[in-house]
């Protein structure tokens, strides 16, 4: 039994700073403790791009900006109701080449685009959504419908929530480290101090795989699939000092 003691004490001294004062021991300890989450919202930006065409027709019409505008008027249209897309910026501006080193228009550049964030369950809305801008940008010769990149992300405030959650966790592990303590000591130890993590730390990475297509008819855009992503690591670290009296 002095023996345990003995490795108990040995152990506390290689992992903490320990002072003694009279009847009092001061002891400092770092704490680290960690969380898993998974990512589960989904974002995307979702452009609508000049071609080449576009970029090579240096007098633009009157007729032809209109047409543009019409088509770029009723995506956002389709989208003012939407609950996981926002936006609808667009414009139609000079495209200028280099030639002899000299600035040169050659033609026009178009670029319109919409931010997506959505949960599961809205997935379908969100093919909806590609299918009717695939649709409508098809009909109009400068426009081209690139299909937008998917990731599986954490929304910010959930890391928020979640470092809430690591300094509660933080500060259960140094009570019960305190409990140990006063065992070990024949002592009552108490938190003096306790400094939370301020700026946690991911461990992992976040991955997602590609999105892969699902058949639809042909007449439709085919349905996307939604992304993968794997669960994630944070830690938080904290210093705390016991008094053991």
Known sequence: KDFQMTKKFLFIAA???????????????????????????????????????LRKEKNLSLKDKNSLIKTFNSLNDFIKNSEICKGGNFSITPFYEYKDNKKEQTGFESNYHLDCEFKEEATEDFNTILDFMQK?????PYL???????TKNIKEEDLKALDDTLNQKLIQKANAMALEYSKILNKKCLIKEITLGEDSQIE???LYRTQALAKSNDNALEKIEMPTAKEITKSADGKVIFICK
């Not at 409508?136 to 109009?140: A, L, P, Y």
């Open 144 to 150: 081209i419908f690139p299909i937008p990149k998917i």
């Open 204 to 206: 992992n990475p976040i």
């Open 15 to 53: 992992f903490s700073s320990v002072s003694l004062f009279a009847n009092e021991m001061l002891i400092k300890q770092n704490v680290s403790i960690d969380a898993k989450i998974s990512p589960t919202t989904y974002f995307s930006n979702i452009q609508v791009i000049g071609n080449d065409k």
């Open 136 to 140: 409508e940008t098809q009909e109009n």
